[in-house]
T-cell receptor, first 113, second 115 residues
Framework: AQTVTQSQPEMSVQEAETVTLSCTYD???????LFWYKQPPSRQMILVIR??????QNATENRFSVNFQKAAKSFSLKISDSQLGDTAMYFC??????????FGKGTRLSVIA | DGGITQSPKYLFRKEGQNVTLSCEQN?????MYWYRQDPGQGLRLIYY???????QKGDIAEGYSVSREKKESFPLTVTSAQKNPTAFYLC??????????????FGPGTRLTVL
């Protein structure tokens, strides 16, 4: 069974600074997908970024980028120019095609003015 | 407006009572999912369905039941057999027709409290 580990329960960052959230996973599969979801205080789960394991290029979405290290089974999220609206729980998730997501326990990020 | 809707937003259940949480999507997605979220636990899978009239148990299916009679709808019933149902429940859906589009999108959630 796949597992996802987020080792940082809580983090904080100053506004406009950069922060990196860690995620490691365990799988014997070679083809899979990795995701970062954001859950603000409204509790709506919002997709931040998606990475396909067969792609070597790291995914980016505006201020959000990932560092995908397939051999190390590591998938960290970097948030640049942090904004107050980035304050949220962030969940790392793993998925094979046609299967449900497996989530980590989340990292609570606070952006401080 | 395309999207995933869940109702009600807040639900209160008395001991021994069954309650049903609604999840509807108009995205023409094939697959639908139910997750439970508890503090410090992340999201855990209850049930999922990849096609109408078929569904599979997830990791914590005991005390829950589902149906998938229509592609758009995937209601979750929390039965009296569920001993600790107080939690936040999230419904998701995905298109799954090819790997490049296989991404799950979530509804706004239902907060269930046992009185």
């Amino acid at each position: 069974a796949q597992t996802v580990t987020q080792s940082q329960p809580e983090m904080s960052v100053q506004e406009a600074e950069t922060v990196t959230l860690s995620c490691t996973y365990d799988t014997s599969e070679s083809n899979y997908y990795l995701f970062w979801y954001k859950q603000p205080p409204s509790r709506q789960m919002i997709l931040v970024i998606r990475q396909e394991a067969y792609k070597q290029q790291n995914a980016t979405e505006n201020r959000f980028s990932v560092n995908f290290q397939k051999a190390a089974k590591s998938f960290s999220l970097k948030i640049s120019d942090s904004q107050l609206g980035d304050t949220a729980m962030y969940f790392c998730a793993f998925m094979k095609h046609h299967t449900p997501l497996v989530f980590g326990k989340g990292t609570r990020l606070s952006v401080i003015a | 407006d395309g999207g995933i809707t869940q109702s009600p937003k807040y639900l209160f259940r008395k001991e021994g009572q069954n309650v049903t949480l609604s999840c509807e999507q108009n995205l023409n997605h094939d697959a639908m999912y139910w997750y439970r979220q508890d503090p410090g636990q992340g999201l855990r899978l209850i049930y999922y369905s990849q096609i109408v009239n078929d569904f599979q148990k997830g990791d914590i299916a005991e005390g829950y039941s589902v149906s998938r009679e229509k592609k758009e709808s995937f209601p979750l019933t929390v039965t009296s057999a569920q001993k600790n149902p107080t939690a936040f429940y999230l419904c998701a859906s995905s298109i799954e027709e090819r790997p490049s589009t296989d991404t799950q999108y979530f509804g706004p959630g239902t907060r269930l409290t046992v009185l």
